[in-house]
């Protein structure tokens, strides 16, 4: 079983900054890529940010120069560094991560979302 735990939303004000963070435990050879994503109600679930297990980055072009993904491979941890929020940014953002379970196995994995604010 794996488990991911994001934290670090809340509510800030337009401009502001956040960090996200997103620890991955459980039992399993290794992590593959990972993931931010952000939904708001009524939308579909939207990729914000993605990272290799090589550290090559991609963003959506909304929070391109604005967010910063990275992950630390040793501590099983995601990270996003979000400036220059504004409010639409506001949404509960989730990580998700490939991970692989045995030689042969790959399987998604979701965190349980964390609400972001963004005030005018």
């Known amino acids: 079983q794996v488990q991911l735990v994001e934290s670090g939303g809340g509510l800030v004000q337009a401009g502001g900054s956040l960090r996200l963070s997103c620890a991955a435990s459980g039992t399993f050879l290794s992590i593959n890529a990972m993931h931010w994503y952000r939904q708001t109600p009524g939308a579909q679930r939207e990729l914000v940010a993605s990272?290799?297990?090589?550290?090559?980055?991609n963003y959506a072009d909304a929070v391109k120069g604005r967010f910063t993904i990275s992950r630390d491979k040793d501590k099983n941890m995601l990270y996003l560094q979000m400036n220059s929020l504004n409010p639409e940014d506001t949404a509960v953002y989730y990580c998700?991560?490939?991970?692989?379970?045995?030689?042969?196995?790959?399987?998604?994995?979701w965190g349980q979302g964390t609400q972001v604010t963004v005030s005018s």
């Open positions: 998700n991560a490939i991970v692989r379970i045995d030689a042969t196995l790959y399987r998604s994995y």
């Open positions: 990272i290799t297990s090589g550290g090559i980055t």
